[in-house]
């Protein structure tokens, strides 16, 4: 679904959810509307919109987390087998294959479905629409791009800020503080941009170097690029 922007969506997304038996949307155990639900409402008939609890906002109790998995996946498998041969389809934001809820439930549907065909449609990522909307260039010529989860902790940051090419982070809004003192230790401050809830109401865009927050949403996004000297200069 693109990382929340409605107009992100490629036109082969479009079209799966139109041609769908049901769409299924991953919510949180307390039930408000998601931006991958909220981005599909601008394309598809709410009719045949499912609402499934992922336990999304679970990051600590690993029992209970599953148990949303599986519940998850016995719902979607349910659907499949109403639908007689038809198609489901899942919609998650960003890409499908980056960081998605969607490789637990494709991973625990095949266990629970005989001959089922899981295919993915690519979406437009975060730092894709992050690099667009701030001009930031993210990887040129010879450059490696690193991107890294900041969950996995400051110090796998730090590493990649020590290397070579364009660095970024997701899901580090709740450790803004971390990331902004790796900024500082790697002297990549200056150039680097953040933001969060892009394309939306609530965006949040920054220009380089502005100082990060103490806290931002979980899903935000930063790169920290790598300096270039003239044109061509890393081929």
Not at 76 to 83: I, M
Not at 121 to 142: F, H, Y
Not at 205 to 220: A, D, H, V, W
């Amino acid at each position: 679904m693109g990382p929340g922007d409605p107009e992100l969506v490629t036109v082969k997304a479009v079209r799966v959810l139109r041609e769908a038996d049901a769409v299924v949307v991953p919510v949180m155990d307390t039930g408000e509307i998601g931006r991958a639900e909220a981005t599909v409402r601008h394309h598809a008939d709410s009719a045949k919109i499912v609402r499934v609890v992922f336990a999304l906002n679970e990051r600590e109790d690993r029992a209970r987390r599953e148990a949303a998995w599986d519940a998850a996946g016995a719902r979607v498998a349910e659907l499949l087998r109403e639908g007689d041969g038809g198609t489901v389809a899942f919609a998650t934001i960003g890409d499908p294959n980056v960081y998605s809820t969607f490789t637990y439930l494709a991973h625990t549907l095949r266990e629970l479905v005989a001959d089922l065909t899981v295919e993915t449609v690519p979406g437009i990522t975060a730092m894709q629409d992050l690099a667009a909307r701030s001009g930031t260039v993210l990887a040129e010529g010879t450059e490696p791009l690193t991107l890294v989860p900041v969950t996995a902790g400051a110090e796998v940051l730090k590493e990649a800020l020590a290397g070579p090419g364009t660095v970024v982070a997701y899901k580090f809004g709740r450790l803004a503080e971390q990331v902004k003192d790796a900024l500082r230790r790697s002297g990549r401050e200056g150039d680097a941009v953040w933001g969060a809830a892009l394309g939306l109401e609530a965006e949040q865009l920054s220009t380089p170097g502005t100082p990060l927050p103490e806290r931002l949403p979980y899903l935000s996004t930063l790169i920290a690029p790598v300096r270039r000297e003239g044109r061509g200069g890393k081929l």
